[in-house]
């Protein structure tokens, strides 16, 4: 059984770029939910998907966008960086959202 | 709305005492709690959860945390500190009026004294 991965593990971006990361789901999950954690900072809920559908979202503009493929992996995307998007951004699959969540090591980025 | 507090940014404890992080909830209904535990550059590891029956659960690496619905409190304990613990600790709660996503409180960072 695989765990949850993320790719890239750390990314550097400037201002005003675009960005996507990536995440591929563990074995068996149809659910992944992105976070955003600031430094010092919990978790904080971006979006969820489920079976390619977005089934949830939290506080974030629009610029914060998302994909889920139909093997359940998901792609997240931020348009017009801003420093304040600087934060580690984790990723974490489940079972239909009702049970425990698998989270991967997440993805530090830094925007200049 | 659900939310969680965590009232303590930093506990120390020395090696082979108790530990006790600390955490109040508020939701409506019934909640679904958990803890988690972040080291250094690394994502979040599940250590227990709570979703209903017994009020003491026990979870990873020794871990166990008390529900007290009258106190809303879910504090997660060990009996015997290990160095190894020191790390970040989360305590979450499930959004079960929405898409089941967790709101997690602001950390406690463990440092458990050799």
């Known amino acids: 059984e695989t765990g949850v991965t993320q790719s890239p593990t750390h990314l550097i971006k400037t201002r005003g770029q675009q960005v996507t990361l990536r995440c591929s789901s563990q074995?068996?999950?149809?659910?992944v939910s992105w976070y955003q954690q600031a430094l010092g900072q919990g978790p904080q809920f971006i979006f969820q998907?489920?079976?390619?559908?977005?089934?949830g979202r939290g506080n974030f503009p629009p610029r914060f966008s998302g994909l889920q493929f139909p093997n359940y992996s998901s792609e997240l995307n931020v348009n017009a960086l801003e420093l304040d998007d600087s934060a580690l951004y984790l990723c974490?699959?489940?079972?239909?959202?009702?049970?425990?969540?698998?989270f991967g090591s997440g993805t530090r980025l830094t925007v200049v | 709305a659900q939310s969680v507090a965590q009232p303590e940014d930093q506990v120390n404890v020395a090696e082979g005492n108790p530990l006790t992080v600390k955490c109040t909830y508020s939701?409506?209904?019934?909640?679904?709690l958990f803890w988690y535990v972040q080291y250094p550059n690394r994502g979040l590891q599940f250590l227990l959860k709570y979703i209903t029956g017994d009020n003491l659960v026990k979870g990873s690496y020794g871990f166990e945390a008390e529900f007290n619905k009258s106190q809303t409190s879910f504090h997660l304990k060990k009996p015997s500190a290990l160095v190894s613990d020191s790390a970040l600790y989360f305590c979450a709660v499930r959004d079960i009026a929405g898409a089941n996503n967790l709101f997690f409180g602001t950390g406690t960072r463990l440092t458990v004294i050799p």
């Open positions: 998907y489920y079976r390619e559908e977005e089934n």
């Open positions: 074995s068996g999950h149809n659910t």
């Open positions: 974490a699959s489940s079972l239909d959202g009702t049970r425990g969540y698998t």
């Open positions: 939701v409506s209904g019934n909640p679904y």
